[in-house]
């Protein structure tokens, strides 16, 4: 019987995917991250499925917990927040079900950063300002590669998605700030997407003391750049005089 990894998205039910919500609904098994997927996801789940908590079972835990339902021949969900491709320790787990020969899909998910630019009612890329956004996490007890430093990504001055660091914003924002320039726009969002979302917007040299008033720490992500701007020029997309494969070029 098949392991399905499944996307639990940023939190709200109507954000997961179509294959999502089918596999919950034939699940006879779900393992959840319960401290990060919105428990309304869970109500999708036939009455009678087997729920277990991951936020705190070990690795080897989980893992016996899919071997069992695999021997049982079982619909298994591991659900994991977000998209799971995205800081889901979802490898470690492929790699225990190769070992014992258990087959495995991974289904995609919408993640925060997407759900916090639907959020912000903002694009993460600009004509002449940010045509790059760089997904990144400050070191924590899980270290940073040497060549990941902040301070080394923000040398491009793109737009950068940082999570699971807002109890550190302090720091970001000292490290950013020689190169965004200390008026570079910053947004906070906390839970995106969920009923308790909340949005914090300002600059470098303001945002951490807005997230210290709102006592954000956690479960919110980071957005810096001046894509975040309104003032900024304008995509030659739909621009009458840019001809492209499906439209030629109009004359004034």
């Known amino acids: ?113 997407q759900a916090a630019a639907a959020a912000l009612k903002a694009e993460l890329t600009a004509p002449e300002v940010s045509q790059t956004v760089i997904l990144t996490r400050t070191a924590g007890r899980t270290p940073m590669p040497e060549k990941e430093d902040l301070a080394l990504l923000a040398a491009s001055c793109s737009t950068l998605c940082i999570y699971l660091s807002t109890h550190k914003i302090d720091e970001v924002c000292a490290t950013l700030s020689p190169f965004y320039g200390p008026d570079c726009p910053v947004a906070v969002v906390y839970h995106a997407s969920w009923p308790d979302q909340q949005i914090l917007k300002g600059t470098l040299a303001d945002i951490p003391q807005q997230a210290a008033q709102a006592g954000l720490r956690k479960t919110a992500l980071i957005v810096v750049g001046h894509a975040l701007g309104r003032d900024i020029p304008v995509s030659k997309l739909y621009d009458a005089g840019f001809s492209h494969e499906y439209r030629n070029a109009t004359t004034p």
């Open 1 to 113: 019987m098949m392991v399905y990894f499944v996307g639990a998205g940023p939190g709200d039910p109507e954000l997961l995917t179509r294959k999502a919500e089918r596999l919950l609904r034939q699940a006879a098994v779900c393992i959840y991250a319960g401290s990060l997927v919105n428990p309304d996801i869970l109500t999708l789940l036939p009455p009678d499925a087997e729920r277990h908590d991951s936020a705190a079972m070990t690795l080897e835990e989980t893992v016996a917990v899919m071997r069992d339902a695999a021997k049982r021949g079982l619909a298994t969900v591991r659900l994991h927040s977000g998209e799971p491709a995205l800081y889901g320790a979802i490898r470690e787990q492929m790699n225990a079900l190769d070992q014992y020969g258990i087959s495995y899909e991974v289904v995609p998910g919408i993640s925060a950063f």
